[in-house]
């Protein structure tokens, strides 16, 4: 088997063992090729790939297992209905049975710009200044993940200025009414669904014969709960690296991952050492880094690699720094280093802006990660309104969106009467249709609706590539597009994004699976959706799980790296520093570390993280 997977003896090992695992892998150890490796395994000895429950934190990566796994068994992708990520399998399980929860089939997602159009008039309602929004949909989202919500929020109490408890009561009552989840519902209510009905949990847990978790420093409580749920025999293999928890402020709890040991006593714990992306001395300065973290689960990373350099320098200003990574950049590129295998990382976005100036002045190429994801752009979002409005004639959000767009004239006090003119209960589009049907508009109001809710009736029982194709011939949006876009470059973008979203729709049947993976995908946000030229600028948390030849860590001041929100206890120090180490391990052969004294208006020192790896540099 070692040969047929190209496996290490450990990985071998891993993967061999028939039982509770936990592996703890490294950067860069080759933890998806161990995991994957494992289900091929799994299916080899006899077990259903229908009956496999591999959970993964992006849809990326679940797409990229189920290509591995394809070349891997020969088996089609679609033998692997349960390669998916946390909300892609819950919200599978959860529509199947979501009327024993009260709710009706077809249940929708809303997207993010749905619940935040939701969120303002709950606002306003409860006469609430809109600037809290942010925070308010940020706290409820957390109260959420945490698993007991009304729990959460009571223990937030100095938040009492935004009454969060009643925002988030009649948050939850709209949502219901409109036979809706959003994306933090999805978990809980497929949490509530396995706990409180025991034949559903039963089940799912005979139906899977193993449940194998990536990424499983990251879990949160919900998460970990809903995998135990799901676990009915104690086959159960995760993958992670504890050093490598990052993701603390979105509620993920190391924890579970540390007293793996705890819950399943009769677990087995794999350690995969041996780093294959980054030189032996980038390597031992990383250790020597994350050595400072009281809590951690103990291992020695080590690289057969060698002449990695390390180099550490200080600035009196981010001008100077940014100035100075330019001028090692152009000499990398002298040696023949592509920019596209340089990467600047930063703790916060805010950090690019003296780089960008500095790369633009020296004509050097550079690329954004971590920018708006595809699904959240303009057009897409316009379009992706028109499909909801047809299957989803409730929701106000992505009809009151498409009245306008193209433009027709339609102004707000105009979309106040007509939504006066419903019944109880009803939603807009529904008020629409009644004043169109009794001729309750003035001609040119009359014939632009009318016109509109034509187009709705068409597109409803298409394909959903064809609906988008009506859309766009039938409402002129091109035509809006091209008066829209700010220059003939961004047109062409647009224009090519309108055909990716054409492409993706056709690989779906109907419209209702298209959307159901239009508001999954949020999960991918901070995945880089450019080109593969220029330098990347990039946060540290969306560079995880990328490698590059030359790495710069920039910005590493006490205040920023560590932050200094994250200051006031070890534990959030402890996950900076998890940060820094993650940063580090990203670089092959060069690893540049730099901090300014004077950056955004202030004076700080230079991080003490930089002090920690010194003597290694």
Known sequence: MTTQFQLSDEQSEAVAFDGPALVVAGAGSGKTRTLTAKIAHLINSGYSSKQILAITFTNKAAGEMKQRLVQMTGLPADEFPWVRTFHSASFKILKQHCRLLGFAQPLQIYAEYQQQKLFKEILALLNIDKKFL????????????????????????????????????????????????????????????????????????????????????????????????????????????DWQAIYGFRGSNVNHFLRFKEKYPLARIFRLEQNYRSAEEIVAAANDLIRHNAMRMEKECYSRKTGGKIKIEHFFSDDEEAAWVAGQIRGLQRKKIPCDKMAVLYRTKFCSYSFEKAFRSGRIPYRMLGSKGFFDRKEVIDITCYLTAAVFDKDDAAFERIINIPKRGIGPGTIGKIAAMGNEGDGLQAAVRRAVTDSLLSGKNYQALKSLVGLIDRIRDMRPDGAIREVLDGSGYMDYLRQYAKTPDDLTSRVENIEQLIYSASQHETMLDYLEEAALIKEDKEESDHGDQGVSLSTIHASKGLEFNVVFVVGCEENLLPHWKSKETPSEVDEERRLMYVAMTRAEQYLFLTSAGYRKGQFNPRSRFIDEVFNSA
């Open 134 to 241: 942010y925070s308010i949909s940020s706290q409820i989202s957390a109260a959420k993940n945490s698993g007991d919500p009304e729990d959460y929020l009571n223990r937030n109490s100095s938040y009492s200025y935004m009454r969060l408890p009643d925002v988030y009561k009649l948050y939850e009552k709209h949502l219901f009414e409109k036979n809706a989840v959003d994306f933090d519902n999805i978990l809980m209510l497929t949490r509530n669904l396995l706990r409180d009905h025991p034949e559903v949990r039963d089940q799912y847990q005979r139906l899977f014969s193993y449940v194998l978790v990536d990424e499983y420093q990251d879990t949160n409580d919900i998460q970990e709960e809903l995998t135990g749920l799901l676990l009915g025999n104690g086959k159960i293999f995760c993958v992670g690296d």
